[in-house]
């Protein structure tokens, strides 16, 4: 694969680059794209996320997708991702100070939408109307697709747009990924999964739809797609809001309250010095 390159800048990272460079870019950006983060044996865990039948029966239809959302204190084995040590390695060059995991997390499969932002609209940082001015806001998303996302079924963005609430600011760039990589984006950049080719018509309705916040039948993807989205930041008052506010939305999918972590993750990020807020 030939690496993309925005302003004379390749935009997928290895890991072993310098904090320094690293930190610029997604600053900036807004994004990055980690190569290889996952290895075979890893990979073979994470889909027994998905095809194991004692995990196969927590799946909430969502149509036409089924989701685990809070998966990481519903699904066994999970902390195997969570603290995985080539994202970890990344991450602890993203984020200045000590890292915080906050229970964000999601399996998904068949599920995809369109251009949005993770900040619940404001909803997600509640009491800090200065989450798109203040440097402090570091909170990031993980993505990991367990498929190749050369040409379709990855993530787009719209480059630099996590510095302000308007959705239509930023060049749409696509990022093309393989089985292994880890997408990381801050929570406020706009993007989107794979979308149906719609004419115009049909955008401008949609457009009148997403103005009054009205929601819109997601489409059936042609080709199968399970991934797996995480979230972590860095620890203060921003990360701690929007972990309290996630796990509020997480808990309404369930019968019953699933804020507590598991023994197996709590000691699992003990030992590697993660923070958490569940």
């Known amino acids: 694969m030939t690496d993309k390159i925005i302003n004379k800048q390749i935009f997928s990272f290895t890991g072993t680059e310098s904090k320094k460079e690293i930190q610029n870019f997604i600053k900036k950006n807004g994004f990055l794209l980690v190569k290889n983060c996952f290895n075979q044996n890893q990979l073979e865990e994470f889909k027994k996320f998905f095809e194991s039948p004692e995990n196969k029966i927590k799946f909430i239809e969502s149509p036409p997708a089924k989701i685990i959302p809070g998966a990481s ?4 084995g999970f902390e195997k991702l969570i603290t995985a040590p080539n994202l970890i390695k990344i991450l602890n060059k993203i984020i200045d100070g000590k890292i915080a995991y906050t229970s964000h997390s ?5 599920l995809s939408t369109g251009w949005h932002k993770d900040d619940g609209g404001g909803l997600y940082f509640q009491g800090y109307s200065d989450f798109y001015t203040n440097d402090d806001c570091s909170v990031y998303r993980v ?3 367990l498929r190749d996302c050369t ?3 990855g ?3 719209k480059v630099g747009s996590h510095d302000t609430p308007n959705r239509d600011f930023g060049d749409e760039l696509y990022i093309p990924s393989k089985l292994g ?3 990381i984006f801050d929570v406020r950049i706009t993007h ?3 979308t149906k080719n719609r004419n115009l018509f049909s955008e401008i309705v949609n457009k009148i739809y997403r103005k009054f916040k009205k929601n819109t039948k997601r ?3 042609p080709f199968e797609k399970k991934s797996i989205f995480l979230a972590y930041g860095a620890l203060n008052k921003f990360t701690e809001i929007y972990s309290i506010k996630n796990m509020e939305k997480q808990n309404k999918f369930y019968d019953e309250d699933i804020s507590s972590m598991p023994k197996s993750l709590e000691k699992s990020l003990k030992e590697n010095n993660i923070h958490y807020f569940f």
């Open 192 to 194: 989107k999964g794979w």
């Open 219 to 221: 489409d059936k993807l």
């Open 155 to 157: 993530l787009s963005v």
């Open 73 to 76: 204190h519903v699904v066994k």
């Open 181 to 183: 990589d880890a997408v």
């Open 106 to 110: 999601d399996l998904h499969s068949g």
């Open 143 to 145: 993505g990991i697709y």
């Open 151 to 153: 040409n379709e079924g």
